[in-house]
């Protein structure tokens, strides 16, 4: 299974320093299935749901390797 690397939005990313959720975001290992217009909520106990949405795919194409960036942003279009 291919996964991606997370990008967020300038919006996404006030809010995951806010909530001290960065760390937890950009290590996500979401699958390369995942579309735009998805929702990610991430579940934080006491903190309740944050949910974010996936805004774009992008191919990043190094030599011979390629790498799906997915930028997710805040807070989430339904």
């Known amino acids: 299974m291919s996964l991606a690397s997370i990008v967020l939005t300038a919006s996404a990313e006030r809010h995951a320093e806010k909530h001290q959720l960065t ?25 309740g749901r944050h949910d974010f949405s996936i805004i774009q795919r992008r191919w990043v194409v190094i030599g011979n390797a390629t790498e799906l960036e997915i930028t997710l942003d805040h807070p989430a279009r339904r």
């Open 23 to 47: 760390t937890m975001l950009l290590s996500l290992r979401l699958p390369a299935s995942c579309m735009t217009g998805d929702l990610v909520s991430l579940e934080t106990g006491e903190a």
